[in-house]
């Protein structure tokens, strides 16, 4: 019989993002990336597994006919303190469970490293912004830390949809609802649920995930009627991004689609996480401020990502953070090593990144030796104040 609570626990004390109950295997943690057996657990069985899936779905009849006609189901738990995202899916008829750990305390934007420019675009009355990244790049947290902030300093309607909800916000200076999509939620889709927050006279939409062209099409007409929309796109990058959004519309509705894109996009800020050289993991953003320059670029006939990254790395006056210059950066400060930094990117920038790490030391030392001279003028100040 398996002890769900047991490996739950061992999940929370051990600071584990995922639990994985895979029948054949041992009950698996996932910890700053490593794949690591809870030991004292046996191989789960079918039976095991049987029981782990009526854990999570407790008796919710919808829930469970829905895994059972669609093979797949994103649900939610709730483990003492701690809330779970949980992802059930079939393997050999079998069941196979992923369980997120959502760590109550939810860090700020400075601790996990988001550029305050971010922060600052929040500020936005109206427009488009978005965080992207890759799965298990930090989405959702950075998410919810911009959620916080604005909770905390604007006194505005935040309307929320997410799938499943993994941070719950008590209202501080601004209303928030939060609402759960899927089956057995608040709202059956994404696409529905953004559609009607035009009725809800919210100033702020949050999607967790833009994922077919109704959703697009509703946050965009969400964000052209005035409203600030935060969504989330599964993309590894800034102009990869754009390209997605455009793609979303059939080519014949794209020049509309870019002009309006174009005006209604404020920020995009795509995130990595890499293990840093103390087995945590390190922030690895790229910003794009959208001023006239990408906005030129996301009109033009025929898109090109690599004029946009181009342009993304260059803009650092209005903003933006290149994907190159935060890997060099992270380098200079000894936080991930060279190979760690080179594999993140194409081999056709890998000189551009030794000549940003270049100019970073060469930065670095003059502030270094700009700081030793006045050292010894501040302690003469300071012996001579004594006297």
């Given at each position: 019989?398996?002890?769900?609570?047991?490996?739950?626990?061992?999940a929370k004390k051990e600071g584990a993002s995922d639990v994985h109950f895979i029948p054949g295997l041992?009950?698996?943690?996932?910890?700053?990336?490593?794949l690591v057996d809870v030991e004292d657990q046996d191989i789960i069985t079918k039976e095991d597994i049987l029981e782990v899936y009526d854990y999570f779905l407790k008796g919710n009849v919808d829930r469970d006919k829905f895994f059972r006609e669609n093979k797949v189901l994103d649900t939610s738990a709730v483990f003492e303190d701690i809330r779970l995202r949980v992802n059930i899916s079939y393997s050999d008829g079998l069941p196979v469970i992923t369980s997120r750990l959502i760590k109550k305390e939810l860090p700020t934007y400075e601790d996990l490293g988001v550029p305050d420019i971010v922060r600052r675009m929040t500020h936005q009355t109206q427009g488009l912004l978005l965080v992207t990244g890759k799965t298990n790049s930090g989405k959702s947290t950075t998410l919810n830390a911009l959620i916080n902030y604005i909770n905390e300093n604007e006194n505005k309607k935040i309307l929320t949809l997410e799938s499943p909800v993994e941070y719950k916000h008590e209202s501080k200076k601004s209303i928030i609802i939060q609402k759960e999509v899927g089956v057995g939620g608040d709202v059956p889709a994404y696409s529905i649920g953004t559609k009607n927050s035009?009725?809800?006279?919210?100033?702020?939409?949050?999607?967790?995930?833009?994922?077919?062209?109704?959703?697009?099409?509703?946050?965009?007409?969400?964000?052209?009627?005035?409203?600030?929309?935060?969504?989330?796109?599964?993309?590894?990058?800034?102009?990869?991004?754009?390209?997605?959004?455009?793609?979303?519309?059939?080519?014949?509705?794209?020049t509309q689609q870019k002009y309006l894109i174009a005006s209604l996009l404020k920020l995009v800020v795509s995130q990595r996480l890499i293990k840093n050289k103390k087995g945590t993991l390190s922030l690895v953003p790229e910003v794009m401020v959208v001023d006239n320059v990408i906005a030129g670029l996301i009109r033009k006939e025929k898109l090109s990502v690599a004029e946009i990254e181009d342009a993304i790395q260059s803009s650092s006056a209005n903003g933006s953070i290149g994907l190159i210059n935060s890997l060099a950066k992270l380098f200079t400060d000894d936080e991930i090593t060279l190979d760690q930094a080179k594999a993140q990117l194409e081999e056709k920038n890998l000189e551009v990144l030794n000549r940003t790490i270049m100019q970073l030391r060469i930065?670095?030392?003059?502030?270094?030796?700009?700081q030793q001279r006045q050292d010894p003028m501040s302690n003469n100040n300071m012996r001579m104040g004594q006297y």
């Open positions: 019989m398996i002890d769900v609570n047991a490996i739950l626990l061992k041992k009950p698996t943690l996932r910890i700053n990336r490593d035009l009725r809800e006279d919210c100033d702020i939409l949050i999607i967790g995930e833009i994922r077919d062209r109704e959703t697009m099409d509703a946050a965009i007409e969400t964000a052209e009627s005035g409203h600030l929309v935060i969504g989330t796109l599964h993309t590894k990058s800034c102009a990869e991004t754009i390209d997605r959004m455009i793609n979303f519309y059939d080519v014949g509705d794209q930065k670095k030392e003059g502030q270094d030796q700009m």
